[in-house]
């Protein structure tokens, strides 16, 4: 998956609001349950890069991507407006 589809699927996600998803209930409590589910998918990336297994990292950093992009999705913010700032 790239991640314009991860950013595709989160805006998916937030205009579909499927019932009993984790994703969905923090588009229902905003930006700020979205940075703190992103900055913990930080944290655990950096804890797996030093104590844990390249699988493991590459588990943690999928997440901080989607993380990302959620974040996007609710902000309304694209892939190109970040690309611009690369």
């Not at 890069?49 to 999705?73: C, G, P």
């Amino acid at each position: 998956m790239t991640f314009d589809e991860i950013c595709a699927l989160a805006r998916q996600r937030k205009a579909e609001m499927p019932e009993g998803s984790g994703t969905t209930e923090l588009f229902r409590k905003g930006p700020h349950a979205i940075g703190k589910k992103l900055v913990e998918e930080a944290g655990e990336s950096w804890m797996a890069a030093r104590y844990e297994t390249l699988d493991d990292l590459a588990l943690e950093l999928s997440q901080v991507l989607y993380y990302v992009a959620v974040m996007m999705a609710e902000k309304g913010l694209t892939e190109k407006e970040v690309y611009e700032k690369l």
